[in-house]
């Protein structure tokens, strides 16, 4: 069931709901644009949305210029704060009104700018919050992984090392040992490395089992040892952490389309959003080494790149709730916000 669309104002490359509890409506979602040139420029902007899927509302809050934006992820913690990538290789961090703030008790759900930082002169591809929303991962252009603290005066750069050879695509930390981290790279390869080491140690690196890029890596957080990554050679895999040397199963699935980002479902083990480039977006099931397309969702016209559930309360008058997907599309600059059709999804 949709529950609305619009035209943003420049690519669509990612959308993020809000996490916190007073937040669970609001739902970002970022834009790229190049303009090309003598001196190329890359723009962009973050808008911001009130859904309720339930009551059918989907609503433009605010939008936000600002450089042209590869990622953005909200904090996990007790601030509702969001953290961009850019091209301009900056972090920065926007707020919304904390419960009990006057602005807040007025309802406003604008974001505000806090803090932000030049980190390199390559490009901010990708970014990923620590669990304790303490630092953030940021992958560079140039294969680099930077590491930045967040205080209450500035962000600092706690650790910055060569991690691939090509583009830095996915950095993520693990959500039970934040002291680890993941990575992928257009090299082909899935590394771990640990942030107690300085520079950061490699726990593990595989080079054979993507056979293009690895575009996103994703820690479940309903299993300590689970892991997915997607590929630009259109496969979503399934990884044990404690045996890193191949996927659980060797091929996993094809989504037929780039795995371009995958995202756990908040409440429901092994159900996962993922959004495949040329060939829409997918609900994927797994157990174990058993993996299944449950549903899929074509009614984009272009790149599939951004996706994301809904949080919230799992269950509404006793039954399961459909939770609302945000999913956007690069060239044809769309977004749009749907439930999914089938009944057993959140089984």
Known sequence: MEVGHCFLDGSADAVEFCGHESYHNVLAASTYVLQEGDQPTRSGSITLFDVDAEAGRFELIQKVETAGIFDIKWSPGL??????????GCVKLYSLPCSGSDSAELG????????????SSSMCLCIDWNSHATSVAVGLSDGSVSIVSLDESQLNILQEWKAHDFELWAASFDIQQPMLIYTGSDDCKFSCWDLREDPSQLVFQNTKAHKMGVCCIAKSPHDPNGLLTGSYDEHLRIWDTRLTSRPVSESSICLGGGVWRVKHHPHVPGLVLTACMHNGFALVKFRAD?????????????????????RGNAFVSGKKK?????????????LRVWTPQSDNVFE
Do not use: M
């Not at 549903?295 to 599939?304: G, M, R, V, W």
């Not at 459909?322 to 769309?334: K, N, P, Q, W």
């Open 79 to 88: 601030l509702p704060l969001l953290a961009q990538a850019d091209a301009d």
């Open 108 to 119: 406003s759900n604008c974001l505000t700018e806090v803090q932000g930082k030049c980190i």
């Open 290 to 310: 058993q993996v299944e397309v449950i549903e899929t969702y074509t009614k984009h016209d272009s790149l599939a790149y951004g996706a994301d559930w809904q």
């Open 322 to 334: 459909r939770s609302a997907i945000a999913t956007c599309s690069f060239y044809d600059r769309l």
